[in-house]
């Protein structure tokens, strides 16, 4: 009798149409097994004196044995002398925030910037994205950069297009200077590198206060939102949050580059300008907070994926622009076939990409 096998508190697992997977989130690694054996799983994890009797009508004795030692040896599980308390890793998702990150897109038009960043302050938003399109001038930026000292986040990252106005050591001196600003993107450059910015005072220990990471690909407003297995997510926090919440929309208020708030600033809807509607009343439509629990279950196609559990998501460019529950459109994996494909070759989406402005 094997009932005092155990999963790993940091192990979680999922069926899919095709296969079933077991996440390792702490090592970051994927197992793929039969569908059947996640069955296996959920009676491992009840842990109940009948487990083992149901576990051997499911599957043959011998396979059961192989498959706890596949377990075992992968560091899924292990063996406890006795039942044990062993604590599994909690899947309930609560945060004490109503607002979780936002962001703002600036072209050519900043007077939206500070009456932009004051709602952000007022409904306690802590993670800002700044994307900045246009080529800015040196004063320009560090007027941006000093309208943003004057508030308090807890992580900022500014996202800009390469231009020989805006020279290097500027942009290390806004990571020294303002602690929240911790990376800086830079669209546009010749190679893709990350540099740290390191709080150098000669002591033995050094301190890094950011990166800046240097992009070939440039700034585009319909850049984002691409679905790979580089973007899924590991963090206990994030799986919780995408079982129960939309992985990207959750808690995220935007504006967009002419002051629109909506969920994201990629997304048509929107819910005002800034110029004239509060955070607070946006917050309160029903409309807009909607989004925030679409999860995976919820998405076509998706539900169906053994990835739902770590993938990211995308409500903006999908593969049916009119159906809000339509799988992401930049996703190239098909999980009743269990492969990945170029998603902007595939000619089932090129009427959706046409919509999006995407060829
Ligand atoms: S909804 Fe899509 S485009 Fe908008 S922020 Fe999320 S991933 Fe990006
Ligand atoms: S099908 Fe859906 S859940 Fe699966 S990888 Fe693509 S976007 Fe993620």
Same mark, same amino acid.
């Given at each position: 009798m094997k009932n005092n096998l155990h999963l790993s508190s940091e192990v979680i697992f999922n069926s899919g149409i095709t296969r079933g997977v077991i996440i390792d989130t702490i090592r970051r690694e994927l197992f793929y097994i039969d569908n059947s054996f996640i069955r296996i799983l959920e009676l491992i994890e009840k842990d109940s004196n009948e487990s083992f009797e149901k576990m051997v009508k499911l599957v043959p004795l011998p396979e059961l044995?192989?498959?706890?030692?596949?377990?075992?040896?992968?560091?899924?599980?292990?063996?406890?002398?006795?039942?044990?308390?062993?604590?599994?890793?909690?899947?309930?998702?609560?945060?004490?925030?109503?607002?979780?990150?936002?962001?703002?897109? !600036?072209?050519? #038009?900043? &007077?939206? *910037?500070? $009456?932009?960043?004051?709602?952000?302050? @007022?409904?306690?938003?802590?993670?800002l994205q700044i994307r900045l399109f246009s080529d800015l001038d040196l004063t320009e930026f560090q007027k941006l950069v000093t309208i943003i000292n004057q508030y308090e986040f807890h992580y900022v990252e500014i996202h800009l297009v390469k231009n020989s106005y805006i020279p290097e050591e500027e942009i290390r001196r806004v990571i020294e200077n303002v602690w929240f600003v911790t990376n800086i993107l830079i669209y546009g450059s010749e190679d893709n590198k990350i540099v740290r910015v390191i709080n150098d005072t000669g002591d033995y220990f050094q301190i890094s206060l950011g990166t800046i990471s240097y992009l070939k690909q440039s700034l585009k407003q319909n850049g984002c939102g691409s679905i790979s297995q580089h973007t899924f997510t590991w963090s206990k926090d994030n799986i919780r949050e995408n079982i129960s919440h939309n992985s990207c929309l959750?808690?995220? !208020?935007?504006? #967009?580059? &002419?002051? *629109?708030? $909506?969920?994201?600033?990629?997304?048509? @809807?929107?819910?005002?300008?800034?110029?004239?509607?509060?955070?607070?009343?946006?917050?309160?439509?029903?409309?807009?907070?909607?989004?925030?629990?679409?999860?995976?279950?919820?998405?076509?196609?998706?539900?169906?994926?053994?990835?739902?559990?770590?993938?990211?998501?995308?409500?903006?460019?999908?593969?049916?622009?009119?159906?809000?529950?339509?799988?992401?459109?930049k996703c190239g994996y098909d999980p009743f076939t269990a492969r990945w494909e170029d998603w902007s070759t595939n000619p089932l989406k090129l009427k959706a990409m046409s919509v999006y402005g995407l060829v």
């Amino acid at each position: 009798m094997k009932n005092n096998l155990h999963l790993s508190s940091e192990v979680i697992f999922n069926s899919g149409i095709t296969r079933g997977v077991i996440i390792d989130t702490i090592r970051r690694e994927l197992f793929y097994i039969d569908n059947s054996f996640i069955r296996i799983l959920e009676l491992i994890e009840k842990d109940s004196n009948e487990s083992f009797e149901k576990m051997v009508k499911l599957v043959p004795l011998p396979e059961l044995h192989k498959f706890f030692d596949f377990l075992v040896e992968n560091e899924l599980a292990f063996y406890s002398k006795g039942p044990g308390e062993f604590k599994r890793i909690d899947t309930s998702w609560e945060i004490p925030l109503e607002v979780i990150n936002g962001i703002i897109d !600036i072209d050519t #038009d900043f &007077s939206f *910037y500070e $009456k932009a960043l004051s709602e952000f302050e @007022k409904v306690d938003c802590r993670e800002l994205q700044i994307r900045l399109f246009s080529d800015l001038d040196l004063t320009e930026f560090q007027k941006l950069v000093t309208i943003i000292n004057q508030y308090e986040f807890h992580y900022v990252e500014i996202h800009l297009v390469k231009n020989s106005y805006i020279p290097e050591e500027e942009i290390r001196r806004v990571i020294e200077n303002v602690w929240f600003v911790t990376n800086i993107l830079i669209y546009g450059s010749e190679d893709n590198k990350i540099v740290r910015v390191i709080n150098d005072t000669g002591d033995y220990f050094q301190i890094s206060l950011g990166t800046i990471s240097y992009l070939k690909q440039s700034l585009k407003q319909n850049g984002c939102g691409s679905i790979s297995q580089h973007t899924f997510t590991w963090s206990k926090d994030n799986i919780r949050e995408n079982i129960s919440h939309n992985s990207c929309l959750n808690g995220k !208020i935007s504006v #967009d580059r &002419s002051g *629109y708030i $909506k969920n994201c600033p990629s997304m048509a @809807k929107n819910f005002g300008n800034i110029a004239s509607v509060s955070f607070r009343d946006v917050l309160n439509n029903n409309e807009f907070r909607g989004l925030w629990l679409i999860n995976k279950d919820k998405i076509n196609i998706c539900k169906f994926c053994e990835y739902r559990k770590i993938c990211t998501d995308c409500r903006a460019y999908l593969d049916n622009p009119d159906d809000i529950y339509s799988k992401p459109l930049k996703c190239g994996y098909d999980p009743f076939t269990a492969r990945w494909e170029d998603w902007s070759t595939n000619p089932l989406k090129l009427k959706a990409m046409s919509v999006y402005g995407l060829v």
